[in-house]
């Protein structure tokens, strides 16, 4: 044991009310809340992190301010206490990146009101922040048209005027691609879209939060051009292209922030290879062949030939069944739709139709009803596929091409292509073609959009949320939001 006494108790006594007193100093210090917008802004305090709305104790009153996404300015400045103690509440609001924004409308002409002020007629450069603007264009003989305009940087928007309201229908613009766009085919996220140029060199990608367009060279075989059909295999991180001018199927593994790359080139073993169906179940892959009139079923990791089905007059749609069972054919020149049983690949007639011109096909999700396009008689057939019954016909414009189911089965798409040039059907049509959506629990047309020359290729994204057809005449891409229109939610006997 120690015992102090004298001057030793009193240094230590004057040691303790200093430590004491550097406590409290310490401990009620003057401290620092700063409340950032956006919430997801980091903050710094003397070098210091801290998390928006943290409260921080320190005497250093340099403060930094910068978003986690971009669009957003940093702010940096020296904050000035009020007390030695107690707590200062700072509130920073970063201010907006401004992108240079081209504006123009189809017709042009249109007046733009942005958030409500005029801002003059379209085309228009102006200035737009980053984020959400209200936009709203108004043109003699169209009604008022409000669009969505998410500005994420610069470029260009230009967005297609209708002469009828489209209610649920939100326009989101029209988006420049390479020349003659045949398919348009959604991600599996669906951020991009994948469009297949039947005369450029490959197919491009659009981003179409972002505006950015991303154009992919076949290596080695992109001046044949005559690109088709695209789809993305379920199971696989892959992408598949058809070349009919050489029938081949390209393979592009798809990676997280790089550009496709060019895995393998597999021969089609048909002649004017088209339309791509993939069936994950047994990992096959059906192609299409006009000109040599069958289809060839590919074993897709080895590019084996497992079946050829021959004597198909022009086919071109092609569907699997839910189960892999059953693959279906849609021969354009033949006015028939097929099945076969991929058990032993027996066929039967599901559809005869005299004079008939079948396009494209889609399936239900349970596989118990197919839709098929007919191009000469203006219809999409509904068909029973156990009973061989044609369930409904719903009526469209001239040329219906793509079509495509939405999720639940409830919405169907179809683009129509338009009237043909009397010269010939590949020069520019003389009038422009549509995109039509029906209800399939009713049958009835439920909206109704113009489109450009030649509404050809067509999607539906995942979600059911967006609609996009591809311009094959114009060499661009429309996209609408279509989450707000109002459907079926479900299909007699199909369910979710």
């Known amino acids: 044991m120690t015992v102090l006494f004298g001057d030793a108790c009193g240094k230590l006594r004057a040691a303790t009310l200093a430590a004491l007193l550097v406590a409290a100093l310490v401990g009620c210090q003057h401290s620092w809340r700063i409340d950032c917008d956006p919430a997801d802004a980091s903050v710094s305090l003397g070098g210091r992190v801290a998390r928006n709305g943290d409260v921080v104790r320190i005497t250093d009153r340099d403060v930094a301010v910068e978003a986690h996404r971009p669009g957003f300015v940093a702010w940096r400045g020296n904050m000035r206490r009020q007390a030695f103690f107690g707590e200062t509440k700072v509130k920073i609001r970063l201010e907006r990146e401004l992108y240079e924004s081209f504006l123009d409308s189809v017709p042009t002409g249109a007046l733009a009101t942005i958030d409500g002020i005029a801002a003059g007629r379209t085309p228009l450069s102006v200035k737009l922040a980053y984020g959400h603007h209200d936009l709203r264009l108004e043109t003699p003989g169209y009604p008022a048209q409000g669009v969505a305009c998410e500005v994420e940087g610069p470029g260009r928007r230009s967005f297609r005027l209708q002469k ?178 991929t058990a032993d690949w027996k066929r039967r007639i599901l559809v005869d139709v005299p004079g008939a011109a079948f396009r494209h096909l889609v399936a239900t999700l349970a596989g118990k009803r197919l839709f098929a396009s007919d191009m000469d008689n203006r219809s999409v057939l509904e068909i029973d596929i156990s009973s061989l019954q044609v369930l409904h016909e719903f009526r469209t414009d001239s040329n219906p091409n793509t079509i495509d189911l939405g999720p639940g089965d409830a919405l169907l798409a179809v683009s129509c292509r338009g009237p043909n040039n009397p010269e010939s059907y590949i020069l520019r049509s003389p009038e422009p073609g549509c995109v039509i959506l029906f209800d399939t629990l009713t049958g009835k047309e439920i909206a109704r959009v113009t489109g450009g020359a030649q509404p050809t290729g067509l999607d539906i994204s995942p979600d059911g949320k967006l609609l996009a057809f591809s311009n094959f005449q114009d060499a661009s891409v429309e996209i609408y939001d279509i989450s707000a229109l109002e459907a079926g939610k479900s299909y007699p006997g199909v369910g979710p």
């Open 164 to 341: 009828e309201p489209q209610p649920g229908m939100l326009p989101l613009g029209i988006y420049p691609c390479g020349p003659a766009p045949k398919q348009v085919t959604f991600t599996p996220d669906g951020e991009r879209l994948f469009v297949t140029l039947l005369t450029g060199k490959g197919f491009d990608i659009i981003d179409w939060k972002k505006r950015t367009l991303e154009k992919i060279e076949v290596p080695g075989f992109g001046h044949d051009e005559g690109f088709v059909e695209g789809i993305f295999p379920t199971g696989h991180s892959t992408f598949l292209v058809s070349q009919m001018t050489r029938d081949l199927v390209h393979e592009f593994i798809l990676e997280t922030g790089k550009a496709p790359t060019l895995a393998r080139s597999m021969p089609s073993r048909g002649t004017w290879s088209k339309v791509l169906a993939f069936e994950p179940v047994a990992g096959l892959l059906a192609v299409s062949n006009w000109v040599s009139d069958d289809v060839t079923v590919l074993d897709y990791r080895s590019g084996d030939l497992v079946k050829r089905l021959g004597g198909l007059a022009t086919p071109r749609g092609l569907a699997w069944s839910q189960d892999g069972s059953g693959l279906f054919v849609a021969s354009f020149g033949g006015g028939r739709v097929y099945g076969f049983d």
